[in-house]
T-cell receptor, first 115, second 113 residues
Framework: EAQVTQNPRYLITVTGKKLTVTCSQNMNHEYMSWYRQDPGLGLRQIYYSMNVEVTDKGDVPEGYKVSRKEKRNFPLILESPSPNQTSLYFC??????????????FGPGTRLTVL | GENVEQHPSTLSVQEGDSAVIKCTYSDSASNYFPWYKQELGKRPQLIIDIRSNVGEKKDQRIAVTLNKTAKHFSLHITETQPEDSAVYFCAASNDYNTDKLIFGTGTRLQVFP
């Protein structure tokens, strides 16, 4: 079954304690993204990756890091989380640009609370 | 960069009525416009998309229209049903960077039986 998985699904942590949210896809997609979803602000892109070892900043990259060492995995790293990073996070993956379908497949979401 | 505005933020309709959600975009280079439906507590899922080489696309009760000149596109849901209740997001991107989707802020649609 084609899917995007994220772990953990829920996380409560404290300010400054490094954390990683994993994302994995089994569709051999080149493109992967991280979004955060906040009330009234919709989905905002944090980082994206066009292929292995190729990453770039989205609209709200501050306070986040990513890596793309393997095609299927795209972890989101918060080196020193702060309360304003409390949010719902979605990972997504998609095919090449210009393909007949640019459907982004979303993971189930990770609800992060930073105290 | 691209900016996508979405209206209304909330929309309530009676079952069987039509619902229309509108989005405007700023980057004339944008040529791919998907719509996502997000049910409560679930992930966004693509329901329909349109490319700039067509003006309208329909899939059963859902249709999307695109006006490139005015830089706006709309989602139309006919014969609404209670299960259509969800938050709907529009988005825009261009082929050069299709991974960089810019989303609207969402419309919460409630369909009352």
């Amino acid at each position: 079954e084609a899917q995007v998985t994220q772990n953990p699904r829920y996380l409560i942590t404290v300010t400054g304690k490094k954390l990683t949210v994993t994302c994995s896809q089994n569709m051999n997609h080149e493109y992967m993204s991280w979004y955060r979803q906040d009330p009234g602000l919709g989905l905002r892109q944090i980082y994206y990756s066009m292929n292995v070892e190729v990453t770039d900043k989205g609209d709200v990259p501050e306070g986040y890091k990513v890596s793309r060492k393997e095609k299927r995995n795209f972890p989101l790293i918060l080196e020193s989380p702060s309360p304003n990073q409390t949010s719902l996070y979605f990972c997504a993956s998609s095919l090449l640009p210009g393909a007949s379908s640019d459907t982004q497949y979303f993971g189930p979401g990770t609800r992060l609370t930073v105290l | 960069g691209e900016n996508v505005e979405q209206h209304p933020s909330t929309l309530s309709v009676q079952e069987g009525d039509s619902a229309v959600i509108k989005c405007t975009y700023s980057d004339s280079a944008s040529n791919y416009f998907p719509w996502y439906k997000q049910e409560l507590g679930k992930r966004p899922q693509l329901i329909i998309d349109i490319r700039s080489n067509v003006g309208e696309k329909k899939d059963q009760r859902i249709a999307v229209t695109l006006n490139k000149t005015a830089k706006h596109f709309s989602l139309h849901i006919t014969e609404t049903q209670p299960e259509d209740s969800a938050v709907y997001f529009c988005a825009a991107s261009n082929d050069y960077n299709t991974d960089k989707l810019i989303f609207g802020t969402g419309t919460r649609l409630q369909v009352f039986p």
